[in-house]
């Protein structure tokens, strides 16, 4: 189902940071995935992304040590 006003990237980007700063690591990054497979992703968008599912990753991967 298409919606008639697909969701912002910017504001998921946003929302996965947020979820990363609360800890909610599997839920940011379930959150950038959804912004890496939107068609016509902005590049600098696209680039904020990536970096806050590195970070996402990071901090998962720190907290299982």
């Known amino acids: 189902a298409t919606m008639a006003n697909p969701p912002d990237p910017a504001t998921y980007v946003r929302l996965a940071d947020a979820q990363t700063q609360g800890g909610k690591f599997d839920d940011a990054l379930a959150t950038i995935e959804k ?18 599912k590195a970070n996402a990753a990071r901090l998962k991967a720190a907290k299982k040590q």
């Open 35 to 52: 912004v890496l497979v939107m068609p016509d992703l902005n590049a600098q968008v696209k680039q904020v992304a990536e970096n806050v």
